[in-house]
């Protein structure tokens, strides 16, 4: 049975992933995690040798990125999915797509609007297929904007610059990826952002029509509990 697209977007660390995660399991809906996208692409660049500013030679591989998203099992629901790349053999790059490095590198990579073009066919096959098996929550910077325009779920997940340094510091070091700082983590963070709010194509901002959720003091419960209150009582 068909179900609702939700689409969530929002700053670096605003919990958008945590919640995401929590609405679509709520939900009984696939978790459609787009910033996973950018971040394989720009994993696949460095393994193949392209440049993260070489526009054509990215959009071409864009073209031909092959992804897989895995959901947790039941047993274990906290647990991140698992996100497979095609190469063409399947890689699984779970890990290694959130290192600061590859971080970096998607930023860069989402900045350039050939990119983004040639990834949005990937993203709506994903969340079409999702919809028609029950439902879709996709999170990034421009779900609610430019790649699901029409849905009438949309959220945009904010939160202060330090609530959110202070909790992708807290990931990096329950994944053993942080030989970084909070400050450190701020500084990178702070630069992202702008690089996401400033580009010509598809800048990071909140849809007209979106829930603004600020969740400096709210839990991951609260907050999840507000949107799902929120669908629920939408047509
Ligand atoms: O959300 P996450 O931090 O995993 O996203 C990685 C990068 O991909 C971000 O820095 C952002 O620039 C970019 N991104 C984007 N549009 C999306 C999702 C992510 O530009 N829809």
Redesign the pocket.
């Known amino acids: 049975m068909a179900g609702p697209l939700i689409a969530i977007?929002g700053p670096?660390?605003a919990g958008?992933?945590t919640v995401a995660r929590a609405v679509a399991r709520e939900l009984g809906a696939a978790l459609l995690?787009?910033?996973?996208?950018?971040?394989s692409l720009?994993w696949l660049a460095r393994e193949r040798g392209v440049d993260w500013g070489d526009e054509p030679a990215l959009a071409t591989l864009a073209e031909s990125l092959r992804i897989e998203f895995v959901p947790a099992p039941a047993s274990e629901p906290d647990s991140p999915q698992r996100v497979l790349v095609r190469a063409p053999e399947s890689a699984d790059v779970t890990a290694v797509?959130?290192t600061p490095e590859v971080?970096e590198g998607?930023?860069r990579?989402?900045?350039l609007p050939a990119v983004?073009g040639a990834l949005l066919g990937i993203?709506r096959a994903i969340a079409a297929k999702a919809v028609e098996a029950g439902g879709c929550v996709a999170?990034?910077?421009?779900?609610g904007t430019?790649?699901f325009p029409n849905t009438p779920h949309k959220f945009f997940l904010t939160a202060s610059s330090g609530a959110r340094a202070d909790r992708r510091y807290r990931e990096l070091v329950a994944k053993g990826v942080a030989e970084t700082s909070v400050g450190e983590v701020e500084a990178q963070m702070r630069v992202?952002d702008q690089?996401?709010s400033s580009?010509d194509s598809?800048p990071?901002r909140q849809a007209d029509d979106a829930t603004l959720v600020d969740s400096s003091e709210m839990g991951v419960e609260q907050v999840v509990t507000h949107i799902l209150a929120a669908v629920r009582a939408s047509p």
């Open positions: 977007d670096a660390g958008k992933t995690d787009t910033g996973a996208i950018y971040r720009a797509i959130r971080s998607a930023s990579v989402s900045s983004r993203q999170e990034g910077r421009d779900m430019v790649v992202r690089r996401d580009r598809a990071l």
